[in-house]
């Protein structure tokens, strides 16, 4: 199993310009979730769905942020125009329903740096 | 609200010694309690778990008890190594809502 991948790992940009994250859930895991990591604030769950379907999306931060879930095996989060405070590492990360629910699986990451 | 609270860091420790993190809790119903690891440059694993009070979880070496009394689930390990450095994480899952993180406590240790 190749676990969550995320793309790219590492994004530079200039304030603005429009940034694309992409993540590829584990196959058979019903559920999604976006975080973002930063010194100042540690992890943040900005937005997870279930079956495709968003379920809660209070963790986003502004109408800047946006994340579509097409079918069970993608899914992206779009900053659009993105600024330097949303310089950050975002995971990817997904997990079964039922009883394993409590086990997520990360991606590695990505990197943002918006200059 | 539910939260998780743990210790701020970071902490340096040198090899072999004793390690507690502090995490507790606040939260409705009897919550399942989790530690989470993340080594440099990765994200997040399940390192242990407890789902009921007194339980204790366990794993390389790290324990972790369910303390429904005082609301607390500390992560020990007797004997710290260079490669135990990370971030640890607790957290707790409750009803239907996601996981609910702590901030992260970085560990450094050094030979």
């Known amino acids: 199993d190749a676990g969550v991948i995320q793309s790219p790992r590492h994004e530079v940009t200039e304030m603005g310009q429009e940034v694309t994250l992409r993540c590829k859930p584990i196959s058979g895991h019903n559920s999604l979730f976006w975080y973002r990591q930063t010194m100042m604030r540690g992890l943040e769950l900005l937005i997870y769905f279930n079956n495709n379907v968003p379920i809660d999306d209070s963790g986003m931060p502004e109408d800047r942020f946006s994340a579509k879930m097409p079918n069970a095996s993608f899914s992206t989060l779009k900053i659009q125009p993105s600024e330097p405070r949303d310089s950050a590492v975002y995971f990817c990360?997904?997990?079964?329903?039922?009883?394993?629910?409590?086990?997520?699986?990360f991606g590695s990451g990505t990197q943002l740096s918006v200059l | 609200g539910d939260s998780v609270t743990q210790m701020e860091g970071p902490m340096t420790l040198s090899e072999e010694a004793f390690l507690t993190i502090n995490c507790t809790y606040t939260a409705t119903g009897y919550p399942s309690l989790f530690w989470y690891v993340q080594y440099p440059g990765e994200g997040l694993q399940l390192l242990l778990k407890?789902?009921?009070?007194?339980d204790k979880g366990s794993n390389k070496g790290f324990e972790a008890t369910y303390r429904k009394e005082t609301t607390s689930f500390h992560l020990e390990k007797g004997s710290v190594q260079v490669s135990d450095s990370a971030v640890y994480f607790c957290?707790?899952?409750?009803?239907?809502?996601?996981?609910?993180f702590g901030k992260g406590t970085r560990l450094s240790v050094i030979a």
């Open positions: 990360a997904s997990s079964p329903s039922g009883q394993g629910k409590e086990k997520l699986f």
């Open positions: 407890a789902t009921k009070a007194d």
């Open positions: 957290a707790f899952l409750s009803g239907n809502t996601p996981l609910v």
